[in-house]
């Protein structure tokens, strides 16, 4: 889907999340949430445990040669008093969650943020702390090529596309969506938040499945929005 040079990706202080054997729930978008890079290659399991069924293959990099990451939304320990962290996995089917052995992955890096893109408005709306900071009018799939629906999260952040002539824009997100089509495509047919050179086709069904934001609103979104942050697509 997307290609570029990337950019380097800051860490923020990492989050004191206690342990204990009980599953902790870490996930409430728009107001404190948890990611984590990749720090070892490593499988994901069904359950917390190596023993069971292997759901995924997580690797260094992403396909965009950004940093993998993945977002947290519990925490359980095994017997043995192993850490083991339930993640959102980029793959398909979309909607695969998976347990990680909690030593495989970096300390937890919290978020506030939450991006909510409604398909049937055409819009675009960042939470931070509990409030909506942002909104944008926006271009979602064609209906041969719809956007998927689901819960994802910010995989990366690309820049360097030049000027406004880019069909991506100045900044572009990639998520962990993929399309529902165009399995086929390179890099697996993910989905991404990105600028345009077409900025009089917006807001409207427009795209092979991406999202597409006047590249005001998607530099505005780039000041606001880390890696790792939630998306809802509805």
């Not at 729930?25 to 069924?53: C, I, M, Q, T, W």
């Not at 017997?79 to 992955?105: C, D, F, M, Y």
């Not at 919290?110 to 819009?123: R, S």
């Not at 409207?204 to 991406?210: A, L």
Request: glycine fraction near 10%; hydrophobic fraction near 40%; charged fraction near 20%.
């Amino acid at each position: 889907m997307l290609y570029a040079v990337p950019v380097a990706v800051a860490l923020v202080a990492a989050a004191a999340v206690p342990a204990h054997a009980a599953t902790q729930k870490l996930f409430r978008p728009g107001k404190e949430s948890y990611f984590a890079f990749v720090d070892k290659a490593v499988a994901a399991h069904a359950e917390p445990k190596a023993a069971s069924r292997t759901v995924a293959q997580l690797k260094l990099r992403t396909p965009d040669k950004t940093d993998e990451l993945v977002l947290v939304v519990a925490r359980t320990e095994d017997k043995a008093g192993n850490g083991w962290l339930q993640v959102s996995l980029p793959v398909r089917p979309n909607g695969t969650k998976g347990w990680v052995p909690e030593e495989a992955l970096s300390s937890l890096q919290p978020l506030d943020t939450w991006l909510k893109i409604d398909t049937t408005a055409l819009t675009a709306t960042l939470i931070k702390g509990g409030k909506a900071v942002f909104r944008a009018r926006v271009g979602v799939g064609q209906p041969q090529w719809k956007t998927p629906k689901g819960d994802f999260y910010v995989r990366s952040k690309l820049t360097g596309y030049g000027s406004a002539g880019s069909m991506y824009g100045p900044v572009a997100f990639g998520t962990s969506a993929t399309s529902d089509t165009l399995t086929d495509w390179p890099g697996g047919g993910y989905v991404g938040v990105h600028g345009t050179n077409e900025p009089g086709i917006l807001p409207g069904r427009v795209s092979h499945g991406c999202v597409r934001l006047k590249n005001a609103d998607i530099l505005k979104l780039a000041r606001l929005m880390p890696v790792g942050t939630p998306v809802t697509i509805r």
